[in-house]
Each structure stands twice: as structure tokens, then as C-alpha cells.
């Protein structure tokens, strides 16, 4: 097929280096041990089953967090095993569950305990406002639950006390798919905020044992902050949490982008493919950043880690037939309809190869593309190097967060079409 504007006049591009915040920790199972000795310091484990939860994103250093937790409380006398919190993901089935811990480093051998991927739930009694609240059985049952989940801004909506952390997976997480599509049907029309504050303070008020660990990441998407608390604890320490995430969370470099070219996109990286705090869209289409504008963005594959979910996909304005042929209907339809969001399922026009999909989305974002300013990054979670065209060397000659890693270059394409990977330079060693 062929699209208009041509390529062949393209600016030059070049491989820059942004300066991010940098709070990595050096022992992350040492940390974890600590910060769990203090949390159960004044309660009895021994004999107990606790049930961890573990959820469907990419976190940074997960597994190591899982097994020096679980080795923590068998040293207290506890039984711990580790059950998937992560409402319909892995296609609402047990078996597609546990792929995706396995697909993120937590199996039974490497965490050292049993994992129980029942979708069985309880519905423990109804909040004043009538939503259902329902609990996987297997935690319920346990002595104990200990969540286990990355602090940050929601995807969804804004909020100063409650995003993606351990309060959201408390109901969306234990609540299995059952749970999630209540919430969502409620917040659907009453708002996620209201809707999250209220069940999780149920929940908080009707479960015995919760406790977690809030996991914050630095901007290069390394783990800087591990705290355990009680579920007493959580409406007072999250906020706190969720200020630090978001100061420290990486943002595109530029305010004005025509093409934003994004590699990948997984549920690994995101609750909705791409962090729409990166982007500035989220589903249904409205801007995030007002202060940011982004022309159009062409999406090109599908993370591994994702198994087909291309939930989020809607997004885009371009995504390549690749990642169109990479989709599990079934895992993103599943997501879609437990949050209650067709738009981000919605699959954006494609076409075959990377010269088209770029052709279309200079054309979608009316931008000339001898001076395109396109910005190309390997997913919303790697932000510390990226491609810029060569418009931008002015300005990020003048900004001491950003350095031109590599001299500009022409953008060069295979006989297919698509980039040539031997002039790669972001995903080169």
C-alpha cells in the first residue's frame, strides 16, 4: 500500500542520553528482609499460612523481592504460598496466570514456595453504596495476606491519594475478575477515586492480617524504595509513596513531538500497554499533559511478558500488522470488557511495514517531514536513552539533562521496508 508523504527527506536522526533520577537500591533482598522484620515485629506467624500476592506488571527486581519475602517468613514459622492478584489478566484462567508469573521469574522453584492460581472468590458483604466485595478464597482462608505491588500513578484517572499500589490491587487484585468488573462497573459511573477509596476501606475493615510491600521505582525503572506496613497503615503511607513515584518518574524529553515511535508495548510495561503519564492519552481519547503535545503515535510490536494482551492498543494512531497479528483476542477482550473500555481495545489503522506506518503518522500528525521532530523509545518504562531527529540537537544542546550519544544519521530501511536493524542504535549493545 502505498503512503504519502515520502520518506526520502527525512532529517537525520541521532541516539541521545537523558540524565534521570537515579535512587537504585544496592541490596534489594536485604531491604526487603529488613523492612518485613520490622513490619511483623509484634505479630505471631508461626503455624500461619500467609498468602502473597503477586501481580501481572514488570517491576524491576520482582522475583528477587517474592523470594527474600517468602524466605523471611518461613524464617518467622510461616507457611507462605503465592497466589496471582491481578484481577482478569493471563485471560481470567488459572493456567494463563500462572504464565504470566512464570513470564515475569516467579515460579514455584524460584520463589520457593507453592503458588495457588484458584479464580475462586468469596463476597465477603457489600459497601454502602452496594458494591459487591469479593476475595480470592485461597487468601481469604490464609492467615494472613501480604501484598506485594509497584507504587505510581494510576493509568486511569489522577489522585493524590490512590493510584496503582497496594490499595488498588487489595480490590482489583484479591477481587479476581469477579472483583474487577464490579469495581470498574462502578467506577464507570461513579469515578475510580471514590469507588477505590471506598471498597479498599472495606476490604481494610473486614480482613484480618493484610499487610504490604509498596515497591517504588527510580526513573530508570530500577528499585529504590521497598516499605512494608499493616493495612491500617496504607491510606496514610501510599500518598506519600505515589508524591515520590511521581517525582521521580522519566517523562519524554521534548514538549512538541510530531511522531512518537514506540517499540513495544505489554502489560508488563503498563496496566494500559503504554503509561498514558508518559504519553499524555489515556482511554477514552483525552490529553493527560496539556503543557505536552504529541502528533500522533505509531506503536510497533507486542512485549513477550504480554502474551497477546494488546489491551491499551487504542491508544495509538498507527501500529504496525505485526502487532496486530501478535494479539490475543481473547486475553485483550477479556481485559477490556472486566475494566468496561472498548477504546482501548480498539485496534488503530496498520499497515505492513515500518516506512508505511511512519508515512501515515507524519501525515496524521501534518507535520513536513523534512522537519519532523520524531522521537522513537523501546517502551514507557525506558526513557533514559532514545533516538530524536536531528531537529531537536539545538535544544538539547542547551539542556544539561540530555546528550547526543551518537552524531546524526540517516534513517535507513530494508528492502521490506522496515528499520534496518544493523543501524539499530536504540537497541544496539
Not at 537523558?18 to 508461626?46: G, I, K, P
Not at 480470592?136 to 505510581?152: D, F, Q, T
Amino acid at each position: 500500500m502505498s503512503i504519502t508523504p515520502s520518506l526520502s527527506s527525512l532529517p537525520k536522526y541521532m541516539l541521545v542520553e537523558a540524565r534521570l533520577e537515579n535512587h537504585r537500591l544496592h541490596d534489594t533482598a536485604a531491604e526487603t528482609s529488613s523492612q518485613l522484620d520490622a513490619a511483623f515485629s509484634n505479630v505471631d506467624l508461626a503455624g500461619r499460612a500467609v498468602a502473597i500476592a503477586v501481580g501481572s506488571r514488570g517491576i524491576d527486581q520482582l522475583a528477587t523481592v517474592v523470594k527474600a519475602a517468602i524466605a523471611k517468613l518461613k524464617s518467622l514459622g510461616a507457611r507462605p504460598f503465592i497466589f496471582p492478584a491481578m484481577g482478569s489478566h493471563g485471560g481470567a484462567t488459572a493456567e494463563g496466570q500462572q504464565d504470566v508469573l512464570a513470564t515475569l521469574g516467579v515460579t514455584e522453584e524460584s520463589a520457593g514456595a507453592p503458588i495457588n492460581t484458584s479464580m475462586e472468590t468469596v463476597e465477603i458483604g457489600r459497601t454502602e453504596n452496594g458494591v459487591r466485595v469479593h476475595v480470592s478464597r485461597p487468601a481469604l482462608e490464609a492467615g494472613a495476606i501480604l501484598l506485594i505491588n509497584r507504587v505510581k500513578p494510576h493509568t486511569d484517572f489522577a489522585s493524590e491519594q490512590i493510584g496503582s499500589g497496594l490499595r488498588k490491587m487489595l480490590l482489583i487484585g484479591l477481587g479476581k475478575t469477579a472483583g474487577a468488573f464490579e469495581c470498574h462497573h462502578h467506577a464507570s459511573r461513579r469515578g475510580y477515586e471514590p469507588v477505590l477509596l471506598e471498597v479498599s476501606d472495606f476490604m481494610l475493615n473486614n480482613l484480618n492480617s493484610v499487610f504490604g510491600l509498596a515497591l517504588v521505582e527510580d526513573g530508570y525503572h530500577k528499585l529504590a524504595r521497598v516499605e512494608a506496613m499493616a493495612g491500617p497503615q496504607f491510606a496514610s503511607r501510599e500518598p506519600e509513596l505515589f508524591r515520590q513515584a511521581r517525582a521521580w518518574m522519566a517523562r519524554l524529553p521534548f514538549e512538541q513531538i510530531d511522531v512518537l515511535i514506540i517499540d513495544e508495548m505489554g502489560k508488563n510495561i503498563s496496566g494500559s500497554g503504554m503509561d498514558p503519564n508518559v504519553i499524555g492519552r489515556r482511554a477514552p481519547l483525552e490529553s493527560v499533559n496539556r503543557r505536552q503535545e504529541v502528533g500522533a503515535i505509531y506503536v510497533r510490536g507486542l512485549t513477550p511478558e504480554t502474551h497477546g494482551n494488546a489491551i491499551g492498543v487504542g491508544l495509538a494512531d498507527v501500529v504496525s500488522a505485526r502487532l496486530v497479528n501478535e494479539m490475543d483476542r481473547v486475553s485483550t477482550y477479556t481485559n477490556a470488557l472486566s475494566a468496561m473500555s472498548t477504546s482501548a481495545a480498539r485496534i488503530p489503522m496498520y499497515f505492513e511495514n515500518d516506512a508505511e506506518c511512519l508515512s501515515a503518522a507524519l501525515r496524521l500528525a501534518g507535520a513536513d517531514p523534512a522537519r519532523a521532530r520524531i522521537v522513537r523509545i523501546k517502551n514507557t518504562l525506558a526513557l533514559d536513552r532514545f533516538v530524536a531527529s536531528s531537529i531537536y540537537a539545538s535544544e538539547i544542546a542547551g539542556r544539561d539533562d540530555l546528550a547526543i550519544l551518537q552524531s546524526p544519521q540517516d534513517w535507513h530501511f530494508t528492502a521490506q521496508g522496515d528499520f534496518d536493524p544493523a543501524h539499530d542504535v536504540l537497541n544496539s549493545d
